[in-house]
């Protein structure tokens, strides 16, 4: 069996630095396998956030080697593990401790985009009827497990700082979620403008790229939404269709 | 008062899985202040697992269902030593409950004509779950969660209970540290709701997360509430088994809803061998009608894979102890096989079965669109727990409610996969209800300030020790004594031996010593949480020593069958006198004619 070495980040919101530390590898082990490892062999008291170790709650994010992933999905295998492995916090939230981050911002920030509000029911028990292709887009969605990897990456939030202003992609998806559903009849572009400056997305697509889920969501999410707050609010043409539309 | 940070509700809610989120946003329905507790951030907690669907009689695949057939197949499922009452409670309520999930923003899977789409499960007699792809419980969770916060319930996240405080018999308040620095937190309420979740991290190879450590049992429990069927433990057949490090986490019963079949080394489909003459008449006779019911023929019948979990895991041990399980000591589970049967399966799977395709791509290497899967038995779900009136939730105690998981009654022996999501629903509404109601007809009760002192001081001893015990170390130790000597085959001798162990365990977990200070440190919530397996695991095995025979997922080597007498009891577990844990049986109360004629009608 072989044996690899980690660099952990240990502090707190006061400062920290990389501890390492060697341990065991076996067959198939993730890094939160190893990170739970040193936790019971070494250092009884490094934080770390998981739950479902499967992908599926997203609770376990961290940057690896530098790279935002969740810890339970990162195989040991697809790491160069003759050189030590690094594992931080993400970066664009304030630190707990050790890979612990404070990601309440984020709650806060969904508590701001107005909930769903569905159309009265199309049959009389209070059913509503919808055909899979016009629900597959909202169902991908919908698949997000709140890992907030996309927020981490996204310059304007890591580098930029701009929490107070900005949602970030994960809140531009489920703001899509809620836009695109069939049953929706809640209007969110204003806010989207105003209150989430979607504008701030440059469409670099990091977020994408580092999503667990596959999310598209640069594609099939911030863009399209960036168009409907285009042409609600600055196409002329459409603005004035939409005068008649509205009688 | 004392010198902690105190907060004031109405209803105190201690769990954010579905049963605590449902029975939150139904307390806050009635007017009353409600606070949300709970050990993870909101959205984490077990229930986002949850793969295969919820189960529901809608009728919206097969018109034959209704809730009497729904109410029939829980019971038949849980060889009629359930609460009666709360399955019948169930499948009239499930419905109504899934429909509510869409008005508040759910979205399911949808049948030709646009309806909420349902899919076969063990032991459903039709498709009954509604489901979204093999991640329903993200769905459900989410929806509750986003439904919830606008509610006005206050959420405290990444707090855990660790005493119920008591005035008299009755339940008043909780005690509490928050995860970051370990502060003290007091929680008065005029009601409390225990909606936990389970006790998987009892044993080795689990399909739970860290979470699942029978909080709410041992709180409930010390605190004078009484328990209910604890030895009834359900290991679900298909867990992962390869590479070691997966080894437990879980493979839904979806895969075999959707035709997955299950072979041995030698190529057969060995669940053709036994099939239990109580399922006789419902279950397939060749591969072929067993493959037509999983795509929806209504005249087919359903495959043997799909028959309970209990002795589906039990043929699977069967197969591996006679030499003819897979090179890790599974079987295969193969859904790669459907391509004979549909031009473009490869597709079909990933879309029906997103997450497990990915699960075993990324863990596993395996593609399951072309390669048979290793599977083994993993400890999954408790159908015992707090007990509870069907109707209220109502825990023995005054003031104290329990919903989902961690109450007891609807499963009996085993649990049909899809009726634990829809539990959740149903009774997690119930307990909301009537915890709003308690609360609205009494006032804040008072406790002494001993109660909270010395539950501080006992919290906080490991860290005055120099040296002694790693707590990751007991918990190891701890799970795999109950995986090795109160597993899915039980006798006797053994769990006489696991009683003894436990007793050694409490005394190394009196004696250890801790790491670094009180902020953010898992080796103490480790050693915390060691005190509630410990109580848990004491329960499983007195139960299942008491039960003398075998039954659902009780399993005894030394009784292997079943035995009438104990059809008619449910064994009762509570804190004696002198803090000792005392077990009797308690007859379980006549049904009522109209539902044993139900059950009559649906053979
Ligand atoms: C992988 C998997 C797949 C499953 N698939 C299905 C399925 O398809 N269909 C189905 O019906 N069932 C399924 N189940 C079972 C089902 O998911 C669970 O039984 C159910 O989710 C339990 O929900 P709950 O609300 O009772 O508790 P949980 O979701 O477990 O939530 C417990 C909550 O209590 C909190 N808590 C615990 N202790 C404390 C404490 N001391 N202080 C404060 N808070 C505390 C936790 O933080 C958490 O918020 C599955 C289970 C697993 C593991
Ligand atoms: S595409 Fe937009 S949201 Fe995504 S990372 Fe780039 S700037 Fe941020
Ligand atoms: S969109 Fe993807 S990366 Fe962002 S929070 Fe959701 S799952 Fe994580
Ligand atoms: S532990 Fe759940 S996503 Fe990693």
């Not at chain 1, 990162?74 to 970066?91: A, C, F, G, S």
């Not at chain 1, 042409?231 to 009688?247: A, G």
């Not at chain 2, 209803?11 to 202040?33: M, N």
């Amino acid at each position: 069996m072989a044996k690899a070495t980690f660099k952990i980040w240990r502090g707190n919101s006061e400062g920290g630095e990389f501890k390492s530390y060697d341990t065991e590898i076996s067959e198939g082990m993730v890094v939160l396998d190893a990170v739970l490892q040193i936790q019971g062999e070494q250092a009884g008291d490094l934080a770390c956030r998981w739950n479902c170790k499967a992908g599926k709650c997203g609770s376990c994010s961290a940057e690896i080697n530098g790279n935002p992933k969740l810890m339970c999905m990162t195989r040991m295998n697809t790491l160069p593990v003759d050189e030590p492995i690094t594992v931080e916090p993400m970066k664009a939230f304030p630190l707990k401790k050790d890979l612990v981050t404070d990601v309440s911002w984020n709650y806060e920030v969904k508590k701001r985009i107005k909930k769903f509000k569905p159309r009265t029911p199309d049959a009389p028990d209070g059913t509503w009827r919808m055909q899979q292709t016009d629900i597959d887009r909202v169902q991908e969605f919908r698949k997000c497990i709140e890992c907030f990897l996309c927020q981490d990456v996204c310059h304007v939030l890591r580098d930029h700082h701009k929490h107070e202003e900005f949602i970030g992609p994960r809140f531009l998806v489920y703001a899509a979620a809620l836009e695109m559903h069939p049953l929706d009849t809640e209007n969110r572009l204003k806010d989207l403008k105003d209150d989430g400056n979607i504008g701030y997305c440059n469409i670099t697509k990091c977020c994408t790229k580092v999503c667990p889920e596959n999310i598209t969501i640069t594609d099939n999410a911030i863009i399209p939404l960036k168009e409907r707050v285009v042409d609600e609010f600055y196409d002329p043409i459409t603005k004035f269709l939409k005068l008649f539309r509205k009688k | 008062m004392s010198e902690y940070q105190t907060f004031e509700h109405d209803v105190l809610v201690i769990g954010a899985g579905g049963a605590g989120l449902r029975a939150a946003i139904e307390a806050s329905a009635a007017g009353v202040s409600v606070g949300l507790v709970c050990k993870s951030l909101l959205g984490k907690a077990h229930t986002v697992m949850a793969e295969g669907g919820m189960a529901a009689a809608m009728a919206n695949v097969d018109d034959r269902d209704n809730w009497k057939v729904h109410f029939s197949d829980t019971m038949r499922g849980g060889q009629y030593v359930n609460n009666w009452r709360m399955a019948e409670l169930h499948a009239k309520e499930a419905p109504d409950r899934v429909r509510e999930l869409e008005a508040w923003g759910a979205v399911f899977d949808r049948t030709k004509d646009g309806k909420i789409l349902q899919r076969n499960f063990g032991g459903h007699r039709y498709p009954r779950l509604a489901h979204v792809g093999d991640r329903t419980g993200l769905e459900l969770i989410r929806t509750l969660q986003d439904h919830g916060i606008h509610q006005g319930i206050e959420v405290y996240m990444e707090v855990t209970v660790i005493a119920l405080l008591k005035d008299g018999e009755r339940v008043v308040g909780a005690f509490a540290y928050e995860r970051e620095h370990g502060r003290f937190r007091i929680f008065k309420a005029k009601a409390v709701i225990l909606a936990t979740g389970g006790i998987g991290r009892a044993y080795k190879i689990t399909s739970n997360s860290w979470e699942g450590t029978g909080d709410g049992h041992s709180l409930a429990y010390d605190a004078g509430a009484e328990l209910i069927d604890m030895e009834f433990i359900q290991f679900h057949p298909t867990g992962m088994v390869y590479p070691p490090s997966v080894r437990g986490i879980l493979v839904t019963e979806g895969v075999r809803g959707e035709g997955g079949v299950l072979k041995n080394s030698e190529g057969t489909r060995f669940m053709f061998d036994d099939i239990p003459d109580n399922y006789k008449d419902q279950t397939a006779d060749t591969p072929e009608e067993g493959w037509r019911y999983t795509q929806g023929d209504k005249n087919a019948r359903r495959p043997p894979e799909l028959l309970t979990r209990d002795h589906v895991a039990r043929c699977i041990r069967r197969e591996v102890k006679a030499g003819r399980g897979s090179p890790h000591g599974g079987v295969y589970l193969d859904i790669a096989w459907i391509k004979e049967k549909l031009p473009n399966a490869a597709e079909h799977i990933k879309k029906k079965l997103p997450s497990m395709y990915h699960q075993f791509k990324q863990l596993a290497d395996l593609d399951i669109t072309t390669t048979p899967m290793e599977v083994g038995p993993t400890t999954h779900y408790i159908m015992g727990g707090i007990r509870v009136d069907g109707d209220t939730q109502a825990s023995t105690l005054p003031g104290l409610f329990a919903a989902g998981e961690c109450a007891a009654g609807i499963n009996g022996a085993n649990r049909l996969g899809g009726n634990s999501l829809s539990d959740l629903l149903v009774f997690g509404k119930r307990a909301g209800e009537y915890a709003a109601k308690f609360a609205l007809e009494n006032n804040f009760g008072t406790f002494d300030n001993a109660q909270i002192e010395e539950r501080a001081r006992w919290a906080l001893e490991a860290f005055d020790r120099e040296s002694g015990e790693n707590p990751f170390a007991i918990q190891n130790d701890l799970q795999e004594m109950m995986q090795d000597l109160v597993g899915i085959v039980r006798v006797e001798e053994e769990m006489q031996q696991a009683l003894e162990g436990i007793k050694d365990l409490r005394e190394r977990r009196e004696k250890i010593s801790l790491t670094g200070n009180i902020d953010f440190n898992p080796s103490w919530h480790t050693a915390l949480d060691l005190h509630n397996l410990l109580n848990v695991s004491e329960a499983i095995t007195l139960a299942a020593i008491e039960r003398k025979e075998s039954r659902g997922g009780q399993f005894r080597d030394d009784f292997p069958s079943k035995v009438a007498e104990f059809g008619k009891v449910n064994f009762i577990i509570k804190k004696g006198a002198g803090g000792q844990m005392e077990i009797r049986s308690e007859r379980i109360p006549e049904m009522p004619e109209e539902l044993k004629q139900i059950i009559e009608e649906m053979g």
